[in-house]
């Protein structure tokens, strides 16, 4: 586990906001699509630290013993970006209901948190198929812009993000928007779309929507093997509620993948 340094804060969009960062250990980590880390947000009057340990059950066992009223918050964050030591993290913005929200609204350069991955253990490669199709929400933007960077020249490809309004959308060419404001939803517009020939699948964001278009996708004949899935968030849910049956299936099915 290491320390990360606020370097720099940009409001990418009125819901969106740009942080860099800097910390031990950063510019000896490799850099791949869709890298996945823990950050941990300091309770008021309490520390971002935890344990040195670089084991993940020593530092995780570590960091369940604190008490409670002291122990940071941790979320999980997808990295935008990695390069020369400096860490890009996207928060997005959705009012006062969550520590990571409430943090980056008023981050400043030299604010610290903590940070443990990410660890290539969890990098999954790019699928092979004539047809790539990606599907998110704002949360899943961060990974969707850093796959479509890595696509080989030529490579066909479908990406879906649904956002507020239009006023949300990044500099990500190729994504077709999905705007809540127009009355659509990233469900009913990616079912919409016909995927001839082979086809890999990457979808994130919220759980339930993740589930009913890995079911879409599945019932179209893409094999369950090539399609990547992971539930960021929960309708009404917080990281720090207990799982429910559908989130420890899911749970179950990347760890299978990933034993693969």
């Given at each position: 586990?290491?320390?990360?340094?606020?370097?720099?804060?940009?409001r990418?969009?009125?819901?969106?906001?740009?942080v860099t960062?800097t910390g031990d250990?950063?510019?000896?980590?490799?850099?791949?699509p869709?890298q996945?880390?823990?950050l941990l947000?300091p309770?008021p009057g309490g520390s971002a630290?935890?344990s040195?340990?670089?084991?993940?059950?020593t530092?995780?066992?570590a960091?369940?013993?604190?008490?409670?009223e002291?122990?940071?918050?941790m979320r999980?964050?997808?990295?935008?970006?990695l390069?020369?030591?400096?860490l890009?993290?996207?928060?997005?913005l959705h009012?006062d209901h969550?520590p990571?929200?409430?943090?980056?609204?008023?981050a400043r350069?030299?604010?610290?948190?903590?940070r443990?991955g990410?660890?290539r253990?969890?990098?999954?490669?790019l699928?092979?198929?004539?047809?790539?199709?990606?599907?998110?929400?704002?949360t899943?933007?961060p990974?969707?812009?850093s796959?479509?960077?890595?696509?080989?020249?030529?490579?066909?490809?479908l990406?879906f993000?649904e956002?507020?309004d239009?006023?949300?959308?990044?500099?990500l060419p190729?994504v077709?928007?999905?705007h809540?404001?127009?009355?659509?939803?990233?469900?009913?517009?990616?079912?919409?779309?016909?995927?001839?020939?082979s086809?890999w699948v990457w979808l994130a964001?919220?759980?339930?929507?993740v589930r009913?278009?890995r079911?879409?996708f599945v019932?179209?004949g893409?094999?369950?093997?090539?399609?990547?899935f992971a539930g960021y968030?929960?309708?009404d849910l917080?990281?720090?509620?207990?799982?429910t049956?559908?989130?420890l299936?899911?749970?179950q099915?990347r760890?299978?993948?990933?034993n693969e």
């Open positions: 586990m290491s320390l990360l340094t606020v370097t720099g804060v940009t990418l969009t009125p819901r969106t906001t740009r960062f250990g950063l510019a000896d980590l490799g850099t791949w869709d996945q880390l823990k947000f309770k630290q935890v040195d340990a670089a084991d993940v059950g530092w995780y066992q960091y369940l013993a604190l008490p409670e002291s122990r940071p918050w999980s964050f997808t990295v935008r970006a390069a020369d030591g400096v890009t993290v996207d928060f997005v009012g969550g990571a929200a409430r943090w980056a609204a008023t350069p030299g604010d610290v948190l903590g443990f990410p660890s253990d969890y990098a999954r490669p699928g092979t198929a004539d047809l790539l199709v990606f599907a998110g929400d704002e899943a933007l990974a969707i812009g796959l479509l960077e890595v696509l080989p020249h030529g490579q066909r490809f990406a993000a956002v507020a239009p006023g949300e959308e990044q500099d190729g077709r928007w999905v809540r404001s127009a009355g659509e939803d990233l469900v009913s517009v990616v079912r919409q779309v016909e995927v001839p020939g086809v964001g919220e759980a339930s929507a009913a278009l079911r879409h019932g179209l893409v094999s369950k093997e090539d399609i990547e968030w929960r309708r917080t990281q720090d509620d207990a799982p049956a559908d989130d299936a899911e749970a099915e760890i299978a993948a990933l």
